[in-house]
């Protein structure tokens, strides 16, 4: 599926408006609460998951705190 969104403002920020499709196909209504996880190919919307969301705090502090160690392993 290729849908193409517009930004538009709402208030004093920039939102985007999801058609009913994408939101069934996130199984999201209006007031829930929604991921964005940047990728290797850009950027993906998933329904928030608390568990995902610890494990990528997590990911992201190792990643914070040994950075220079991961560096290494990558070489």
Not at 33 to 59: H, R
Request: proline share 3%; charged share 35%.
């Amino acid at each position: 599926m290729t849908t193409t969104l517009k930004l538009t403002t709402i208030g004093n920020s920039t939102g985007v408006i999801l058609p009913k499709e994408i939101l069934e196909k996130l199984r999201a209504q209006k007031g829930d609460t929604l991921m964005v996880l940047e990728t290797k190919d850009g950027v993906e919307l998933t329904s928030y998951d608390p568990a995902v969301a610890k494990q990528m705090e997590i990911a992201e502090r190792v990643m914070r705190e040994d950075r220079d160690v991961l560096r290494k392993l990558a070489e």
